[in-house]
T-cell receptor, first 112, second 109 residues
Framework: DGGITQSPKYLFRKEGQNVTLSCEQNLNHDAMYWYRQDPGQGLRLIYYSQIVNDFQKGDIAEGYSVSREKKESFPLTVTSAQKNPTAFYLC???????????FGPGTRLTVL | AQRVTQPEKLLSVFKGAPVELKCNYSYSGSPELFWYVQYSRQRLQLLLRHISRESIKGFTADLNKGETSFHLKKPFAQEEDSAMYYCALSEDNTDKLIFGTGTRLQVFP
């Protein structure tokens, strides 16, 4: 079950701490995305990157940061500035504009 | 603003009954629309997209530009169709997808 991997599967954090979620893909896809999935709200885009060393804010970028130093990797940092960080986070990638997005298994973050 | 609306949070049917999951969108450009599905304990995955005009697992969806709808239909539901379904819209010239809030389909035996 390769393609896109996310780690860890479950993550617990104390309030005030930053935490980084990993996303790696071996599909040679150019574009990568981070979504947040909350019950009743669907998927909301946090950040996306269409090329290495470049990324754009999505609809709910506040309190989050990303980097794209390698094509295969797109880590997401949830900072202490994020007011409601407890959620399920999904990473995705796609080969071409408008093409199918492939999703990772997700990371469930709980702030204690 | 671009928007995707799925009015039903939950749709429950019996096996063999027809299913229609509603999706409406608002978008000024030429939309590309998708249906994604998430089965229990599985990853979110593409079910179908309107430009391919194909039937996947018995599901079809027709883009109706006049009604700005992309409803997902299946004539005879199966228990294995139980899942969370998301309608999504791709904006022109970007890789961004806008998702609806999702509809949970429950198919009872």
């Amino acid at each position: 079950d390769g393609g896109i991997t996310q780690s860890p599967k479950y993550l617990f954090r104390k309030e005030g701490q930053n935490v980084t979620l990993s996303c790696e893909q071996n599909l040679n896809h150019d574009a990568m995305y981070w979504y947040r999935q909350d019950p009743g709200q669907g998927l909301r885009l946090i950040y996306y990157s269409q090329i290495v060393n470049d990324f754009q804010k999505g609809d709910i970028a506040e309190g989050y940061s990303v980097s794209r130093e390698k094509k295969e990797s797109f880590p997401l940092t949830v900072t202490s500035a994020q007011k409601n960080p407890t959620a399920f986070y999904l990473c995705a990638s796609t080969r071409l504009k408008g093409d199918e997005q492939f999703f990772g298994p997700g990371t469930r973050l709980t702030v204690l | 603003a671009q928007r995707v609306t799925q009015p039903e949070k939950l749709l429950s049917v019996f096996k063999g009954a027809p299913v229609e999951l509603k999706c409406n969108y608002s978008y000024s450009g030429s939309p590309e629309l998708f249906w994604y599905v998430q089965y229990s304990r599985q990853r979110l995955q593409l079910l179908l997209r309107h430009i391919s005009r194909e039937s996947i697992k018995g599901f079809t969806a027709d883009l109706n530009k006049g009604e700005t709808s992309f409803h997902l239909k299946k004539p005879f539901a199966q228990e294995e169709d139980s899942a969370m379904y998301y309608c999504a819209l791709s904006e022109d010239n970007t890789d961004k997808l806008i998702f609806g809030t999702g509809t949970r389909l429950q198919v009872f035996p």
